[in-house]
């Protein structure tokens, strides 16, 4: 993976820093990351769950071996091979799990699992999956205190099981993913869920933006200006916690133009016009100590987005550009995960930033970002309209490029 900054003009190099990431490999050729859905089943009902997991597994899940064919067309990418992921639903509902783990580290697949909050999460479980070459699990926190945490996942007990799950895999050697979807009813704890993630200890943090699909269009998402807020408040968390954020694109944006103000000496709130939600939260990180120290190395975000670097595979062989954005390219019972991400039209299309429309399309960071697909076609039924939670004004910011 190489390290890039990208000016505002629309794709070119900065002379200096590195603000943005880029996959070493061509993204038209190799995702970055591939993601599966092994099971839809699930005993949570949590609030926002894209896929409305339901008790029961569905007979037309892949089964072992198509699963074991889909790892092999995954590989066929090339090495190194993309970062492949195990989700669901909860993937610990398939009794074969450790099967499929071991099957995907015999074709040299680096395998993560993505697993819920249930009694299923055991430390033997964990062992299990770690013993047949997992390398690493994500799990979700999404309130700061118990209550919160479990009334968001519609079971109690959740938050109990989580933080035990989330110190046996640090034991056990498993590197840990927290994800943390933020809703307008969720975004006054992310200072404090900021503080458990640097105290307890993660690889990464990822912040998870509301798409309104599945149960999540029940919910009420930020709105742009909100969005801008939060977004700068996690640009000021980077040097203290490992943060990306999902579905919120934009986020590349905010740090090269971050990184382009601190260059100069210039106040971001005066510069951005960042409103109360954006003061608010950045009390409160200065209160837990998250702020005004340089604990690591920032980390760049990284230039991957739906069909771009990314690309979702469900529990029946469905092929998406990403969970969130349910229009299939194909079905891996039928035809080559490699030739549907590289060939299809719908794949090739994400990756021309020429095809957005509205702001998004007019914007100098288009390349950069390009707005989330996901978000644009679920609020507007148009996969090339722009970002709603996006409220920059393209041209509207003043230092474009290094002088």
């Known amino acids: 993976m190489t390290r890039v900054t990208t000016s505002a003009s629309g794709g070119g190099p900065h002379r200096a820093g590195a603000s943005v990431r880029t996959p070493r490999h061509d993204v038209r050729e190799r995702p970055f990351i591939v993601i599966w859905e092994a099971t839809r089943a699930c005993p ?164 998870f933006f509301l798409v309104p699909t599945g149960r999540g269009r029940a919910l009420a998402s930020l709105d742009a200006a909100e969005t801008e807020d939060v977004l700068h408040v996690l640009y000021d968390l980077g040097e203290t916690v490992p943060v990306k954020t999902t579905e919120a694109h934009h986020f590349r944006r905010v740090c090269l133009q971050r990184d382009a103000l601190a260059r100069r000496g210039e106040d971001p709130v005066t510069a951005f016009g960042l409103g109360l939600l954006y003061r608010e939260l950045r009390a409160r990180l200065d209160e837990h100590g998250l702020t005004g120290r340089a604990d690591r190395v920032r980390r760049a975000p990284l230039r991957v987005s739906a069909g771009n670097g990314f690309v979702f595979v469900s529990h029946r062989g469905d092929v998406h550009p990403s969970g969130f954005l349910p229009l299939p390219a194909g079905n891996v019972r039928r035809l080559s995960l490699v030739d549907i991400y590289r060939d299809s039209e719908l794949f090739t299309g994400l990756r021309d930033p020429g095809r957005l429309r509205g702001r998004c399309g007019a914007c100098e960071f288009r390349a950069v970002c390009g707005g989330s697909r996901a978000r644009a076609y679920a609020v507007t039924g148009d996969l090339w309209a722009q970002d709603p939670s996006c409220g920059y004004r393209p041209g509207s910011f003043p230092w474009p490029a290094e002088e």
């Open 44 to 207: 949570l009902a949590c609030r926002h769950c894209r896929a409305s997991a339901r008790p029961l597994r569905d007979p037309a899940e892949l089964d072992t071996d198509e699963a074991t064919t889909l790892m092999a067309q995954v590989a066929d990418f090339g090495r190194p091979a993309p970062l492949f992921v195990i989700t669901g639903g909860d993937p610990f509902q398939r009794p074969d799990l450790e099967t499929l783990v071991r099957r995907g580290d015999e074709l040299g697949l680096p395998v993560s699992v993505s697993p819920s909050g249930t009694p299923t999460l055991t430390r033997d479980a964990l062992a299990a999956i770690r013993n047949a070459g997992a390398r690493a699990i994500s799990l979700s926190l999404d309130a700061a205190t118990a209550a919160g945490h479990d009334g968001f996942r519609g079971v109690p007990g959740v938050w109990e099981l989580t933080g035990r799950a989330w110190q046996d895999a640090r034991d056990l050697g498993l590197k840990v993913q927290i994800n943390t979807t933020v809703t307008r009813d969720t975004v006054r704890d992310l200072p404090a869920i900021a503080a458990q993630v640097h105290d307890r200890g993660v690889s990464l943090w990822s912040v």
